[in-house]
């Protein structure tokens, strides 16, 4: 069974070339070439792929290709899926992944090569000249990282994905005849940066990826991942062109890029949606048990110490106690040291990139008609676009998988292989270890737990909110038919709109947004049915039930890692006496 197919890449370009990367230019540069965590000079994917983008769009002009054929390669954009806004928030992914290139070879050599080769060299210099006065036009000029000298020949190398489903002869001979339209990449290219070498594109056979051996295996498995490249995932927007990835990569994530390869194989899509694949959380590999985890809720900090309500009140003389929304990021990192948490953020890269214009091929911007629906959306002209990735170096990433072992035995099959078209930037993602998972604690009628989520859930029926329930009675609701009786709860909601409230509605009718309950919040709770109670620790919360098990309608299912619990994720009793943060940074 053919999972995708694999064709090698490899292009040179004429020394200079500009293609900013997200690292702050030094001392004397404006513009710092991209780089990946290697410190490799690279071509990045999403650069490549839009100059074969514009390269393709000229051959539609040309009737050389439909244009539907492109959407199918590349992807469709969003405003040009049709007037229904709940199928224009369906993401339409393309067959074709295109992967970063990496400097492999350059004539003539450097002094040093291989991934520490400093590749430095005198910047190359841009200047405008003021016509009225014959000098530098003032801020006209710019610095530009240039690692080579001027004509030296340097080689990127990389590999372009296709999708099972796609006759990889042909699609090889289409992309290979759109390469041959790219003559210069990168930016400046009206002065003679990034000139192509003519003939230089070399896209290679194809090559099939198949599944790895089946091996045994137990029905619920923790399993460790690595990540191939900087990923975004779970993005937040933050401005109108700048979204910020997410450490955490959702279950659903995975699961999705995983769906994309079950096509041929002989797993029902019923079987993958019943596997629950857990949220990956990120772990330093110099740390083995460190992983990140939310801070529990119920703790406070007074007196300069950290101290847990959840077993009951607690009282301090001297001061009141500030619960997380009123520490400062000192407090925070303060309690994780005195908790025994090592930090755990892997850093992050940004990129820009922005559409291009297959006639002129530089930098496409928006009709006025354009420009002011995006003035009303609050959103910036143009089609500049920044994001802030995830880059994986220096850390793994754990969770669960669980489900039938007949299943998930030809899942791993694939995951060991690698998962490709993970998020945006269509990482692959693969599974390096995993074993059984610990045995679930075996409960006992009448015993309490505390358990603390550490992904969001969406727990409770906003209709009875609207009805005036209270929180408390809410969650004790959906608590009681898992068989947990509700003691005490320190909990935190948020509102979840835009992408999920229009491809999944809440609600029919309009648009509406999901309320969910944020991690960290806790729950003590006492076990009145073992056998469902079992269920919640072993595999976490279930949306309240007036939400739908099916994926389609709900996102936030257990199944794609939604829901999930941790007990006593630290020792509450000690807490309740106070944790001293003397020497833990306050």
Sequence with gaps: MTLYWRLPVSVTVISPWAIPGDEAAGTGQDIRLARDAKKRLILPGTHVKGHLRAALEAMAEETHIARSRIAELLGSESSARGPDWTDANVPHRGSVSVGDLAICACTPEPPATGSDAPWVG???VRIEIDEDLGS???????FVECPFSFGTEVTFAGDILLRASEDAAKTRELIARAAERVFAIGGMKSVGYGRVKPGSWKIGAPAAVRPADAEPTAARLTIEWQIDRPFLVNASRESGNLVIGDEIIPGGAIKGALAALMARSTIAPEQ?????????????????TAWRRPIPLSISIASGSAWCHLLGDVETKREPHRFQGDWKEAERAAVKTALGWPDVEPE??????????AETLGARYIDEDQAVASAVAGQEGGQLFSAIAVRPGGHRWVGEIAGDAAVLQQVLAIAKIGIPWLGKTQAIITATSWQPAAAASVLEPGSYYNLCLITEAALLNPEDLRKGTTLFDAYASTLARLGLKLERSFTREELRGG?????YPPE??????????????VLRVSVEDAALAAQVLAHGLPPADCYSEDWQRTPFLRENGYGQVCHDLVDHATLARGLSLKGAGT
Excluded: C, Q
Aim: hydrophobic share 40%; aromatic share 8%.
């Design 122 to 124: 005198d910047p190359a």
């Design 136 to 142: 530098v036009r003032e801020g006209n000029l710019l």
């Design 272 to 288: 993958l949606s019943a596997i629950r694949i857990s949220h990956a959380f990120p772990a330093s590999d110099s740390a083995p």
């Design 348 to 357: 992050k890269a940004g990129r820009s990139r922005t559409a291009i214009d």
């Design 499 to 503: 992408y999920l409230a229009l491809r």
């Design 508 to 521: 029919s009718g309009g648009y509406s947004p999901w309320l969910v309950t944020l991690p960290g919040s």
